[in-house]
């Protein structure tokens, strides 16, 4: 299986770096890991196909995180005249926040006969939920964006992928990203605590834990772009067997 940072960016544009969205090509299927606001911009960068795409994974509903979607929708209707389905899946109200933001931004967009067969799936938080060879299990977390937060942990062709979405640490982290193959967590701070968002010295506390294979940070500020010592795009040891990584936009991984 194969990860792709489209866009691991915060909602600012810092770095000059996309708005979330990861890239997963499994054996069987081809999904989003959120869709920001920029992601379509991403994607024409990194020459991806939007057809490709079976499934969108939502974590929460912040423009950086779900605002691409009108975009992506209205490019499968109008220019890249998809004919697959598409399953977007988020937290609870995910449909009506969808359909709000389409109608704000493209008016009579809400009320489009999508060309392709288009379903809204609203997961429940601890409740799996699966699509064809993707399995979900959201945890709820720390993060105000007006519905439930959500980690991910994502399971595929026998690889467990989790994402922490934004969040300040809540011990559901643990639970949503232990033993993963790859975690890819929020790093917004580098010790400065903040209501809503998680800083890496907060994620190296609770790294025993976790214990996840593989750690990437993403979601960086100015800030944490900033420093040295995370700038550089190389594992560092931390103790715990970790492989520890910043994500860049246009990243490969092999998880
Ligand atoms: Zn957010």
Known sequence: MELRFLGCGDAFGSGGRFNTCFLVRAARASFLI???????????????????IDCV?????????????????????LASR????????GPP????????TMECLFPRSSKIDWRFDLRIVEMAAGTSWHDGPVSVTPYLVRHQCGAPPFALRIACDGKTIAYSGDTEWTDSLIDAAR?????????YFHDKKVKFHLDLETVLEHL??????????????????????????????VGADVDW???????????
């Open 93 to 100: 109200t995910t449909e009506r926040r969808l359909l709000d």
């Open 82 to 89: 998809r004919s697959k389905p598409l399953v977007i899946a």
């Open 57 to 77: 994974l939502l974590s929460h509903l912040h423009g950086d995180h779900f605002g691409g979607l009108p975009f992506f929708l209205l490019d499968a209707q």
């Open 245 to 255: 990584t910043v994500a860049e936009d246009g990243m490969v991984l092999t998880v």
């Open 179 to 187: 033993d993963a193959d790859l975690f890819i967590c929020e790093a």
């Open 208 to 237: 025993d834990e976790i214990r996840p294979k593989r750690l990437v940070l993403t979601h960086l500020s100015p800030d944490m772009l900033g420093r040295a010592d995370v700038g550089a795009n190389v594992g560092v040891d």
């Open 34 to 52: 959120d869709c920001g606001a920029s992601s379509m911009i991403a994607m024409r960068k990194f020459e991806i196909d939007p057809n490709e």
